[in-house]
């Protein structure tokens, strides 16, 4: 028979094991391995070269990493579904192209600009939704017709020439100012960073505490399960991509200050860094598990080895090739940890 102490005992390491299963989950053991790696990765370079820890270096890594993040935020919620977006890039190079279109063309108020961008992305993304949820053409072709299709309405709407926002007044304050450092000087944090950090917040908070974010789970847990509970399921799923698409229109707003100009050209190859941030930070491609802090930390990673090799002098092929080993080995990573789940 099991004495009273006995008993306190059992119930001692029940608790403790449980404790332990849910602080190291995979997912979260992923963001630890991430954190890590982003720790070694800045002092490794800061020991290989002493320019890497200067300001204006660590400010223009900020930048970057202000539009990847975006980016990658937006692919979040659409991995978690199950689903791949593949036309995050070249969306925000269109609402890029949309807001130029307002504000330097139309001569329109600066705030209708900024509507404008992140309502197109909205209703791209919508329509990318709608493609896969009511159509029922898998997420990888439909959001590649959707890359190719924004890519070309770009070149034909800026009549393929970069669109300078020369006499908007204050669009460059959205990305390159910096609120932080009218306060504090030491510290001029461009506002873009403030936008990112912000838009990680309201997108936590939306996947954690919202029927919107239990929903994108639940998809990618098990869609079938979720139908048949009698949820309507693309109703959801169309949401969710139309959100993911004003989230790239936010991104799109922030390359345009940082650059002052649209690039019609630009966009193509974002999105490979986006997904590879998400994926690094824990976020599975089978869907039904990730977070933004994971995101976040996967994008700082991606910017941080890019800049690093950059200041090693590292050929801009031979950066490339190690983008896209990176990409495998955060796949494979994510194969491992599903089969140990």
């Not at 919620?77 to 949309?98: H, P, Q």
């Not at 001569?107 to 709608?130: D, F, K, N, Q, R």
């Amino acid at each position: 028979m099991t004495q009273p102490s006995d008993t306190s005992t059992l119930a001692n390491e029940g608790r403790l094991s449980g404790l332990r299963a849910r602080v190291f989950t995979p997912t979260a053991l992923q963001k630890l391995l991430a954190f890590g790696s982003l720790i070694l990765l800045l002092v490794f370079f800061s020991f290989a070269s002493p320019a890497f820890m200067q300001m204006d270096n660590m400010l223009g890594i900020l930048q970057a990493t202000a539009v990847n993040g975006v980016l990658a935020i937006a692919c979040t919620f659409v991995i978690i579904t199950g689903g791949i977006d593949l036309s995050v890039g070249t969306l925000m190079t269109f609402t890029a192209v949309i807001c130029g279109v307002f504000l330097t063309y139309w001569h329109l108020p600066m705030w209708t600009g900024v509507l404008a961008a992140i309502g197109t992305g909205a209703i791209c993304g919508t329509i990318s939704g709608t493609l896969t949820a009511k159509m029922k053409i898998p997420p990888f072709i439909a959001t590649l017709g959707m890359m190719l299709l924004l890519k070309g309405l770009s070149l034909v709407v800026s009549a393929d020439k970069p669109i300078y926002f020369t006499d908007t007044e204050n669009f460059y304050m959205i990305s390159q100012d910096s609120l932080i450092g009218s306060f504090l000087p030491s510290l001029p944090v461009p506002n873009a960073v403030l936008i990112l950090f912000f838009l990680a917040v309201v997108s936590s908070i939306t996947l954690n505490r919202t029927a919107l974010g239990r929903y994108t789970f639940a998809l990618g847990s098990n869609e079938e399960a979720v139908r048949l509970s009698g949820v309507n399921v693309d109703r959801w799923k169309i949401a969710i991509y139309g959100l993911a698409g004003a989230i790239c229109g936010i991104a799109g707003l922030l390359i345009a200050s940082r650059l002052n100009s649209a690039q019609p050209a630009l966009g193509q190859g974002y999105e490979l860094e986006a997904i590879a941030a998400v994926v690094i930070g824990g976020t599975s491609l089978s869907g039904g598990s990730g977070t933004i802090l994971g995101t976040i930390i996967g994008a700082f990673i991606m910017s941080v080895l890019t800049n690093g090799l950059r200041i090693m002098s590292v050929a801009q092929e031979w950066q490339i090739v190690v983008t896209g080993l990176i990409i495998i080995l955060a796949v494979y990573a994510d194969i491992l940890r599903r089969k140990k789940s």
